[in-house]
């Protein structure tokens, strides 16, 4: 399985951008697919994920409102769409998948993961 993140890119504060992170080797059927992300200096936190069985959504607090994840099953990608991006986004953000289904608990953990993106970089800045 390969995850390609792409997407990233040097946006000013409030503006959008839309992360896709496309599934080789596998399809994305069947999986719990998550976003997260890794500040300067700061440990990898969980950002987004979805449940491709229910499609059900999770999100942090913190982009809660403001990021959107979603999926394409005809291309075995899943999306994640950021608007009034701020300041504090700013990060390296990685795609990771689980093949299952993953209960909330540990939808948001690293180790739930099996496969990860290489990353694509945010920066938010005036």
């Known amino acids: 399985v390969q995850l390609q993140a792409s997407g990233g890119g040097s946006v000013q504060p409030g503006a959008s951008l839309k992360l896709s992170c496309a599934g080789s080797g596998r399809t994305l059927r069947a999986t719990t697919m998550g976003w997260f992300r890794q500040a300067p200096g700061k440990e990898r936190e969980f950002v987004a994920g979805?449940?491709?069985?229910?499609?059900?959504?999770f999100y942090s607090d913190s982009v809660k409102g403001r990021f959107t994840i979603s999926k394409d099953a005809t291309k075995n990608t899943v999306y994640l769409q950021m608007n009034s991006l701020e300041p504090e986004d700013t990060a390296v953000y990685y795609c990771?998948?689980?093949?299952?289904?993953?209960?909330?608990?540990?939808?948001?953990?690293?180790?739930?993961?099996?496969?990860w993106g290489q990353g694509t970089k945010v920066t938010v800045s005036s």
């Open positions: 979805i449940r491709w069985s229910d499609n059900n959504k």
């Open positions: 990771a998948l689980h093949i299952g289904s993953l209960i909330l608990s540990s939808l948001k953990k690293e180790r739930s993961y099996e496969y």
